[in-house]
């Protein structure tokens, strides 16, 4: 009841292509698919730019080092293989 159907839609498209003629509906697309496009293409040169400055910035940064006391202890770890166990059998009387 409150939504446009697909016959509304055709009406306003049939008054509009009568209201601007064909021509100039097409010139008026092709201006619009131009903007968009430029759009487009600038907000990629805007990243490209923003990414070439943030790279500046970092190669003329000193490289970060953390200080002594948060690096924590430096004690080795023991990675040795530790013998496995020997499995002994139930006995009979366990088995129950």
Known sequence: MGGL?????????I???????????????GDMAKGIKSFKQGMADEDDDKMRRYDEQRRNEP?????RDEIGPQEPIDVTPRPAE???PPRDDERR
């Open 15 to 29: 008054f509009v292509l009568l209201l601007f003629g064909g021509s100039r509906f097409s010139s008026m697309m």
């Open 5 to 13: 159907s697909i016959w509304h839609i055709l009406i306003i498209g």
């Open 63 to 67: 490289p970060r080092r953390l200080p």
């Open 86 to 88: 020997p499995v002994t």
